[in-house]
């Protein structure tokens, strides 16, 4: 089957630390994005990516980095910059908006929920 | 700036009624609109959508209205069943590249 897959679901992070957060579709899709979900909020994008090699900052990309070296795989660097990391962290993909498909919507994967020690 | 709003936290029906999610928006630049479903600890769901050229998009026990003018949407729920509880989120896009942004979504619990 199709879909997206985050790993691990559950991740903890000592202070200091960098982590990294997968995620890989087998979709086909050109774009990628990652959002940030905490308590009582809607979703906030961290960073997104419309192709192979190139992404962009989201609203809320401080502390944060990806890469995109590959169009299955978008995987998300939670930096010791981030100062607040505790969240439910989902990454999505989608057809690339401006295709003959446009304005389709975006696939989530199951999220990884990144705590502190 | 929270451009789209979900002023209901929550929303309370009993199974077999109508369950209506509203969602505003003050972007007037947004000309799709989307509709989520979550489960806890689950990614969003994609529900349905509707394109502002449009004001209403059906789509089995599930239809969204459009008001521009009012830049108001909502999502209508008929009949509502309890596999239904869960959070709805409300979603806008309105430049080329697919961004969405999202309302801080509504917690629907229907009652058998």
């Known amino acids: 089957d199709g879909g997206i897959t985050q790993s691990p679901k559950y991740l903890f992070r000592k202070e200091g630390q960098n982590v990294t957060l997968s995620c890989e579709q087998n979709?086909?899709?050109?774009?990628m994005y990652w959002y940030r979900q905490d308590p009582g909020q809607g979703l906030r994008l961290i960073y997104y990516?419309?192709?192979?090699?190139?992404?962009q900052k989201g609203d809320i990309a401080e502390g944060y980095s990806v890469s995109r070296e590959k169009k299955e795989s978008f995987p998300l660097t939670v930096t010791s910059a981030q100062k607040n990391p505790t969240a439910f962290y989902l990454c999505?993909?989608?057809?690339?908006?401006?295709?003959?498909?446009?304005?389709?919507?975006?696939?989530f994967g199951d999220g990884t929920r990144l705590s502190i020690l | 700036d929270q451009q789209v709003k979900q002023n209901s936290p929550s929303l309370s029906v009993q199974e077999g009624r109508i369950s209506i999610l509203n969602c505003d928006y003050t972007?007037?630049?947004?000309?799709?609109f989307l509709w989520y479903k979550k489960y806890p600890a689950e990614g969003p769901t994609f529900l349905i959508s509707i394109s502002s050229i449009k004001d209403k998009n059906e789509d089995g026990r599930f239809t969204v209205f459009l008001n521009k003018s009012a830049k108001h949407l909502s999502l209508h729920i008929v009949p509502s069943q309890p596999g239904d509880s869960a959070v709805y989120f409300c979603?806008?896009?309105?430049?080329?590249?697919?961004?969405?942004?999202f309302g801080q979504g509504t917690i629907l619990t229907v009652h058998p």
């Open positions: 979709l086909n899709h050109d774009a």
């Open positions: 972007n007037s630049m947004f000309d799709y």
């Open positions: 990516s419309q192709i192979v090699n190139d992404f």
């Open positions: 999505a993909s989608s057809i690339l908006v401006g295709s003959p498909n446009s304005n389709q919507p975006q696939h």
């Open positions: 979603a806008a896009a309105g430049t080329s590249y697919g961004k969405l942004t």
